[in-house]
């Protein structure tokens, strides 16, 4: 399999340097398996191990370059978690044995198939940037797909501000800022806008907004560019939390905290066409 090189560079915030990536893939390949754990998984996940082995791939769980990622979505997430400090150099493999594989490629039925593509054929990379959200302490975190922060013991009242200029006060049980290849997720379930894949953009939904005569927000998904850095101010912070991709935790200690489009990405090998069109198809 001949080079592939892809190269992107980090300007933000994330203390200011210049940080340059290349991402190389090459045979023999050392690939890793991270699978859904149930049985059925594990069995597929066994096989498709042995199988890449005999065509001279490498497993090496520390230091791999593909990523196969055997059961649904949740799996993929998990997978981009664990590596999250290796995503300059590995690309995602979804093989969909699970509830929802939007991002898989292939099927449980359709292995031989995988099989047969990983041997003679040369993969797409399918780059997909990260949401990035800084925590007060300097902590910064990192999703995919959304980043939520809400309550729903408590009414939030959280100021918002694009590139520090206001936007709005939004008051309800909270806010959920999306990305492009989260807009199918909780993003949907919120009626905001299904984002067509290639455009760059984050996309900003209420969480069960209040309105009354004296109160009134957007209310409506607002979409904008991925050079928009967004602020969001509330003494209430504290009494919420943020849940990022499959995981979550407490603002406690934060008043304020800022989203923004990360350079980090997650990089997908496509081995088939499978249009953008057909996955939303398939999730509907």
């Known amino acids: ?19 340059s990536c290349t991402y190389p893939l090459r045979n023999p390949m050392k690939f890793n398996i991270v699978d859904r754990s149930d049985p059925n998984s594990v069995q597929i996940a066994a096989y498709i191990r042995s199988q890449c082995e ?8 520390d230091q791999p370059e593909i990523i196969l990622c055997i059961g649904g979505d949740g799996t993929l997430l998990r997978a981009i978690h664990q590596y999250l400090e290796q995503l300059d150099r590995i690309a995602f493999i979804g093989i969909h ?36 959200m800084k925590l007060e302490n300097g902590e910064t975190i990192y999703s995919l797909n959304e980043m939520r922060i809400e309550s ?32 199918t997720a909780v993003n949907r379930a919120l009626n ?46 504290g009494e919420a939390h943020v849940c990022y991709d499959h995981l979550e935790r407490s603002l406690a200690g934060n008043e304020r905290v800022e989203i923004w489009t990360s350079e980090k990405k997650v990089r997908f090998a496509r081995y088939r066409t499978y249009s953008y069109l057909k996955r939303l198809k398939n999730l509907y």
């Open 1 to 19: 399999m001949s080079q592939i090189t892809k190269e992107s560079k980090d300007t933000h915030k994330e203390g200011g340097s210049e940080v």
């Open 54 to 61: 005999k065509r001279g791939w490498i497993y090496d769980p």
């Open 97 to 132: 044995t699970g509830t929802l594989g939007f991002f898989t490629d292939y099927t449980q039925q359709e292995i031989e198939m995988f099989l047969e593509d990983i041997e003679k054929g040369e993969p797409d990379i399918e780059q997909s940037p990260l949401l990035a």
């Open 152 to 183: 729903f013991s408590k009414t939030l009242i959280l100021d918002i501000y694009l590139d520090h200029e206001f936007f709005e006060r939004a008051t309800g049980s909270g806010i959920c800022v999306s990305s492009q290849a989260g807009s």
């Open 192 to 237: 905001g806008a299904v984002i067509d894949s290639g455009l760059e953009v984050m996309q900003l939904c209420e969480i069960m907004p209040i309105s009354h005569k004296n109160h009134h927000s957007l209310r409506n998904p607002y979409i904008m560019n991925t050079n928009r850095v967004i602020t969001i101010l509330s003494k209430e912070l």
